[in-house]
């Protein structure tokens, strides 16, 4: 998969997947849209509703940015956060280090982290700070069996137009099944067949709205 760096409209960097003609980030910003939809709307109202440690699943860890905001979020909030992150195609260590997060969120005290969250060994667990464990596991969502249930998801796959494969009823079960009783998923994309899955699979739907330059986005709960 060829990937090309970009530089979103809030300054951070994203990347262009020439094969799909699709970036890891809204072009509108990438930690903007991090912030907005994995943390504000996903880890502060799952913080908010549980006691802690909260168990993360990230479908597509790609750049670490969304790992890295929440490792940020945890000492900001001294919560203890497990974090499981499934990627099927890792990046490639020289695109890792020209990605721009670490100067961009003022965080150069903990550079190390960043790097730390892609050169850790996968399908292990790893304590990158007192209150912030990582268990990355290479593979596809497709094939994973998942051993844990989790508080929060952060549904983070390309767009349903060019990996639709990634968001049918099947894959929604999945999900929906790897939840704790109450979890929920977010994601940015709130178009209308994905609110009618998820809806099916039995999850109760919310549009919130969504980061600058996106109307909606969707948080589904398992109720
Ligand atoms: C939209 S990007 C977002 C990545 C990441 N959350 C970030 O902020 O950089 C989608 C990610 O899903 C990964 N991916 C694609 N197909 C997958 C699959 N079948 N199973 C697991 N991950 C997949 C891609 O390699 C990519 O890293």
Same mark, same amino acid.
């Given at each position: 998969?060829?990937?090309?760096?970009?530089?979103?409209?809030? @300054?951070?960097?994203?990347?262009?997947?020439?094969?799909?003609?699709?970036?890891?980030?809204?072009?509108?910003? %990438?930690?903007?849209?991090? /912030?907005?939809?994995?943390?504000? %709307?996903?880890?502060?109202?799952?913080?908010?509703?549980?006691?802690?440690?909260?168990?993360?699943? *990230?479908?597509?860890?790609?750049?670490?940015?969304?790992? $890295?905001?929440?490792?940020? *979020?945890?000492?900001?909030?001294?919560?203890?956060?497990?974090?499981?992150?499934?990627?099927?195609?890792?990046?490639?260590?020289?695109?890792?280090?020209?990605?721009?997060?670490?100067?961009?969120?003022?965080?150069?005290?903990? /550079?190390?982290?960043?790097?730390?969250?892609?050169?850790?060994?996968?399908?292990?667990?790893?304590?990158?700070?007192?209150? $912030?464990?990582?268990?990355?596991?290479?593979?596809?969502?497709?094939?994973?069996?998942?051993? *844990?249930?989790?508080?929060?998801?952060?549904?983070? %796959?390309?767009?349903?137009?060019?990996?639709?494969?990634?968001?049918?009823?099947?894959?929604?079960?999945?999900?929906?099944?790897?939840?704790?009783?109450?979890?929920?998923?977010?994601?940015?994309?709130?178009? @209308? *067949?994905?609110?009618?899955?998820?809806?099916?699979?039995?999850?109760?739907?919310?549009?919130?709205?969504?980061?600058?330059?996106?109307?909606?986005?969707?948080?589904?709960?398992?109720?």
């Amino acid at each position: 998969m060829q990937r090309t760096l970009i530089k979103t409209e809030d @300054g951070s960097h994203s990347l262009y997947v020439n094969d799909l003609d699709e970036q890891y980030h809204s072009k509108h910003g %990438a930690i903007q849209e991090g /912030k907005h939809v994995f943390i504000e %709307a996903g880890l502060k109202h799952v913080a908010s509703h549980n006691n802690s440690p909260i168990r993360i699943l *990230e479908i597509g860890l790609g750049t670490g940015l969304n790992a $890295f905001l929440t490792l940020i *979020e945890s000492e900001k909030l001294n919560l203890p956060i497990h974090y499981t992150a499934l990627e099927a195609f890792p990046l490639e260590l020289d695109l890792i280090t020209e990605l721009n997060y670490v100067e961009c969120l003022n965080e150069e005290r903990i /550079k190390n982290k960043f790097i730390q969250i892609h050169s850790s060994d996968w399908e292990k667990e790893i304590s990158l700070s007192e209150l $912030f464990c990582i268990h990355k596991i290479k593979g596809t969502l497709q094939e994973v069996q998942f051993d *844990e249930t989790y508080h929060l998801i952060y549904f983070d %796959a390309f767009g349903p137009a060019v990996q639709p494969e990634m968001w049918t009823e099947e894959i929604f079960n999945k999900l929906y099944s790897a939840l704790k009783p109450n979890g929920c998923l977010v994601t940015y994309c709130a178009k @209308g *067949e994905v609110k009618r899955t998820l809806k099916k699979v039995g999850f109760t739907v919310a549009a919130l709205p969504g980061p600058p330059g996106k109307r909606e986005m969707v948080r589904a709960i398992k109720t």
